[in-house]
């Protein structure tokens, strides 16, 4: 079992940046291929972005690449997504990830454990 929980999340200035943080508690966190999500107000949640269990390979939806770096510590069973150059369509609830084994999936069905999810909102 794995429990997760966003952190860093806030209202930002279109072109600004924020540091959202998913903490796991549980075993093996390290084993873990991890994922961002993303679900804005009317529409379906949709894959961010997510990074393998040893942090060698990471992959973004075409819509954030080049904005958003998706890292991982396993020693603090912490991953992180640095936004970057935000924009108003980047609002959302976010929600981290995290599935067993790899490789990194964009399906929402892949993934065993979700947080809560966390509030961004980008002001034009």
């Known amino acids: 079992q794995v429990q997760l929980v966003e952190s860093g999340g806030g209202l930002v200035q279109a072109g600004g940046s924020l540091r959202l943080s998913c903490a796991a508690s549980?075993?093996?966190?390290?084993?873990?291929?991890m994922g961002w999500f993303r679900q804005a107000p009317g529409k379906e949640r949709e894959f961010a972005g997510g990074i393998s269990w040893y942090g060698g390979n990471s992959y973004y939806a075409d819509s954030v690449k080049g904005r958003f770096t998706i890292s991982r510590d396993n020693a603090k069973n912490t991953v992180y997504v640095q936004m970057n150059k935000l924009k108003p369509e980047d609002t959302a609830v976010y929600y981290c990830a995290a599935r067993r084994g790899l490789p990194v999936a964009q399906g929402q069905q892949a993934y065993d454990y979700w947080g809560q999810g966390i509030q961004v909102t980008v002001s034009s």
């Open positions: 549980g075993r093996s966190f390290s084993s873990y291929t």
